[in-house]
Structures are given as C-alpha cells and as structure tokens.
Nanobody, 124 residues
Framework: QVQLVESGGGLVQAGGSLRLSCAAS????????VGWFRQAPGNEREFVAA????????YYADSVKGRFTISRDNAKNTVHLQMNSLKPEDTAVYYC?????????????????WGQGTQVTVSS
C-alpha cells in the first residue's frame, strides 16, 4: 500500500513558478513509478509528467515539456513537480499517483494509488 499527499498548490500570476510536492508512505516507494496528472473543470484528467522508481528516467506531456521538471528523493519518499513559466491553461487540480507499471504509462487507470489533489490557479 502507498498513501500519497500533495502540497504546494496556490495562486500565481502567468509566467510565475510553483513547486508541488508529493509525500508518500510505504517502505517500497522506490518500486513505484510516480506520475502527476491534472484536471481542469469540465475536462478529463490528463497526464502531465512521470518518473521511474529509481528517478533515472522521466516522461512529459508535450504541453509542459521544457517548463515542468519532475524529480524524486526516495530517501525522503517524496516527488516534486517544479513548474515554471506557468500559463493560465495550467490551472487545474494536480494529483500525484503511483504505479507498479512503466513510468511511461500515461493512462490514469494504470495508476493504483492517488493523492487527494492540490489546486493550482494561474491568473493572466
């Protein structure tokens, strides 16, 4: 079992930055790839970024590539999402999720464990 808790969301102006964190419980955290997803009102949940269990490999949605960076610290059971050059269209609830499958899985139903989400609002 893995329990996930997100933090770091908030209100920021366009062009600004935020750093989201995902704190995990469980002694086998490094066995799981972790992904970030987001969901805006009226939209389906979409993949943002993912990182392998070791942290050596990452994968990004085209919409955030070059602006967002995912990282993890397995000693602290945490995953971060550094978001730079934020745009109003990045406004959404952001969720972290864990999967025993490949970190390249962008399909939300491949992720077994989910956090409660954190709101990110980017004003224009």
């Amino acid at each position: 079992q893995v329990q996930l808790v997100e933090s770091g969301g908030g209100l920021v102006q366009a062009g600004g930055s935020l750093r989201l964190s995902c704190a995990a419980s469980g002694r086998t955290f490094s066995s799981y790839a972790v992904g970030w997803f987001r969901q805006a009102p009226g939209n389906e949940r979409e993949f943002v970024a993912a990182i392998s269990g070791s942290g050596s490999s990452t994968y990004y949605a085209d919409s955030v590539k070059g602006r967002f960076t995912i990282s993890r610290d397995n000693a602290k059971n945490t995953v971060h999402l550094q978001m730079n050059s934020l745009k109003p269209e990045d406004t959404a609830v952001y969720y972290c999720a864990a999967t025993a499958r490949s970190y390249r899985s962008t399909y939300q139903y491949n992720y077994n464990y989910w956090g409660q989400g954190t709101q990110v609002t980017v004003s224009s």
